[in-house]
């Protein structure tokens, strides 16, 4: 079928300069192949890799646009005309979006997710994450470099030195990235290609990131103070978010500790008490108040630490503590503040945590003195290697025999607090092997040391576990020697 | 500047011989259009030195919403034009094509979707009135300018 084809002038340099040729061909695909056999580079021109017709040339056969006919299988007979014509276009307009992205794709290369694991492996291309702080904060590649792309001009220079190093952008999908890359090239960083598909084809494939825990507003607020400390900061504030500090008691000695570890903003806050309010706890017990007279110690606790900070999570154990419940109730937390009244309770706190290696902030009140310690199994002493047992009854008077000034476990209390916190932080020099006492008569502070008993029966190294022993409150002996274990 | 035959600037390349009925044509065309942009082709002859265009048929332009800023000649009028000038023995040498207060320079999207071999002559009209005829040549990678003759004096 003897078809005559119209060759624009911007193809005539494949003609030999002719702007008619004459081709045997029973399609118009046929027709393509045919005139690339005898002109070398036709069908380039024509179609795309796929073999279909590009986008901005059109076929006419005999003034029909192909593509209202059957395409390239648009069959042909003797005597057609077949015009190629180039589409025409442009115009003054700015690229749209979508052409400024085409461009992109076409000039700045692109590397996929495993050879960036690669490349960052082997320690050879910087990693850039140009998304915002709280798509970064969601979780981003370690060791990436964090460049918003809202100050990613101006902060380039200082975070990257080298205009001649290897660099990588990534965003979360691939197209940020292509904008932030085409930025730096500019910037004159001539080693520079987009991460293809971002952040999320890195997690889709399953490679490790990090997911930095950050405080929100309110807490931002509340902890200010906190977070310019230099050894707090907004570390340390997640630090004491994340902790769960079990308070024994929810009296003198409790009630100062619980209000200063919940204002610190200690995550989870136990309170062991069975006890009900009493009037004469009113003397020191700011834990509780005048119109809460007899409810149960824990929930008046709660109900003030609540309103102090609503964020805390309070736990409350209303119940003796003993043998059977202490491994219960001290599993989840990760120290004890001891503030008990009485010794058998103080043994049995010990023991737990020498059991449990949990460091035990200890604090003690007589009328106008008052110590504090911490007991740390394995870094030092316990409390049993400084009194293996219970003292007889006579030498160890209740609050309530021998008095005590009201704001004295106010003291003790906060020291203790402020221990707990020191714990919490990695911060300071804890009262480890080293006892804090107090005289508020003299107003004299002064520290003994305190050793571990290399032959202490509860804490000595390699020592197996004797028991735990619920000592009936003040009984010269224990009821029997070995309880649980 | 004198009025009739003024060379602007010689660039290097082919010359742009507009005779005075195309000018005319695309002069009207591109005003009667404005704001939008319009298109059409120049018919004529090529030559080594220049591309000599006896008649310019103007081209209906299909992009509707970004007319002011765009354009997409319609295939069959070029397909009508190159016809008509077969029949008379010449050649569709180029294409016009206004910037409505732009200046008459190749754009990005004029690059992308330029062809080589062609005469690209961009006319600016400036608040209405055709201002600046500038003539273009793709070669490839981009546009260099090519002198105009014929047209208006681009101080008018």
Redesign the interface.
């Known amino acids: 079928m003897s078809v005559t084809v119209?060759i624009?002038?911007?193809l005539?340099?494949l003609t030999g300069g002719a702007?008619e040729v004459q081709v045997s061909a029973v399609s118009v695909r046929a027709l393509i192949e045919t005139l690339e056999e005898r002109h070398h580079g036709f069908k380039a021109q024509l179609c795309d890799a796929e073999g279909k017709l590009r986008r901005?040339v059109?076929l006419?056969l005999n003034?029909e646009?192909i593509r209202f006919q059957q395409g390239l299988d648009t069959p042909l007979k003797s005597g057609d005309v077949l015009?190629i014509?180039?589409?025409?276009?442009?115009?003054?307009?700015?690229?749209t979006w979508h052409?400024v992205l085409k461009?992109l794709k076409k000039e700045i290369p692109e590397v996929d997710v495993p050879e960036v694991a690669a490349l960052r492996g082997k320690g050879r291309a910087a990693i850039v994450d140009v998304r915002d702080k709280e798509e970064y904060n969601e979780g981003h590649i370690e060791g990436a470099i964090h460049l918003p792309r809202a100050f990613l001009e101006m902060r380039a220079e200082s975070a990257l030195h080298d205009r001649g190093a290897s660099i990588v952008v990534h965003c979360a999908s691939g197209v940020r990235s292509l904008l932030a890359a085409e930025s730096l090239r500019r910037l004159g960083y001539t080693d520079v290609r987009s991460m293809a598909g971002g952040f999320s084809r890195w997690k889709d494939q399953g490679l490790p990131y990090v997911k930095p825990r950050v405080l929100g507003e309110t807490e931002r607020r509340r902890y200010a103070r906190h977070l310019t400390i230099p050894e707090v900061g907004e570390q340390g504030q997640i630090k004491l978010l994340d902790s769960k500090v079990l308070l024994i008691g929810a009296g003198g000695l409790g009630s100062p500790a619980a209000v200063y570890l919940a204002a610190a903003g200690v995550g989870t806050l136990g309170l062991v008490d069975f006890d009900v309010v009493d009037e004469s706890n009113l003397q020191r017990q700011i834990l509780h108040t005048a119109d809460r007279v007899g409810k149960p110690k824990t929930e008046s606790a709660r109900q003030t630490l609540l309103a102090l900070n609503p964020g805390v999570n309070v736990r409350t154990f209303e119940e003796r503590l003993s043998s059977a419940n202490v491994e219960r109730i001290f599993r989840d937390f990760d120290l004890v503040l001891d503030g008990s009244d009485n010794f058998p309770t103080r043994y049995l706190v010990n023991d737990a945590c020498v059991k449990l290696s949990k460091p035990n902030v200890h604090g003690s009140v007589y009328r106008f003195e008052g110590q504090v310690t911490v007991f740390w199994p394995r870094h030092g002493p316990c409390y049993r290697c400084l009194y293996p047992e219970p003292p007889p009854p006579e030498l160890a008077p209740s609050c309530a025999e021998a008095g005590v000034l009201g704001v004295l476990p106010g003291v003790i209390g906060l020291l203790e607090a402020v221990e707990a916190i020191k714990i919490i932080l990695g911060k300071g020099r804890p009262l480890v092997g080293r006892l804090l006492t107090y005289d508020a008569l003299r107003a004299e502070f002064r520290k003994l040391v305190l050793r571990r008993d290399p032959n202490c029966q509860y804490c000595r190294d390699g020592a197996e576990f004797p028991g735990y022993v619920d000592y009936e409150q003040f009984c010269a002996r224990p009821t029997e020697a070995v309880t649980a274990r | 500047m004198p009025a009739g035959e003024a060379e602007v600037a010689a660039h290097g390349g082919a010359t742009l011989r507009l005779a005075e009925e195309a000018v005319a044509v695309i002069r009207a065309h591109a005003e009667r259009d404005y704001p939008h942009?319009c298109?059409g082709?120049m018919v004529g002859r090529?030559y080594a030195g220049a591309w000599e265009v006896e008649y310019a048929r103007p081209a209906r332009n299909l992009?509707t919403e970004?007319a002011?800023?765009?354009?997409?000649?319609d295939?069959?009028d070029?397909?009508?034009a190159?016809?008509e000038a077969?029949g008379r023995g010449l050649?569709?040498?180029g294409?016009y094509?206004s910037?409505?207060d732009?200046p008459a320079r190749?754009?990005?999207?004029?690059r992308?979707?330029?062809?080589?071999?062609?005469a690209?002559l961009i006319v600016n009209v400036q608040g209405g009135r055709a201002r600046d005829w500038r003539a273009w040549e793709y070669d490839g990678e981009g546009f260099q300018e090519r002198t105009v003759a014929g047209a208006p004096g681009n101080s008018l």
């Open positions: 119209r624009p002038t911007p005539r340099t702007d901005f059109n006419y003034d646009d015009a014509v180039p589409a025409i276009a442009g115009g003054a307009g700015a690229p052409e461009r | 942009e298109c082709v090529r992009i970004r002011r800023d765009r354009y997409l000649l295939p069959h070029f397909v009508n190159d016809r077969r050649d569709i040498v294409v094509h910037h409505p732009h190749a754009s990005e999207t004029d992308e979707n330029a062809w080589p071999a062609l690209y």
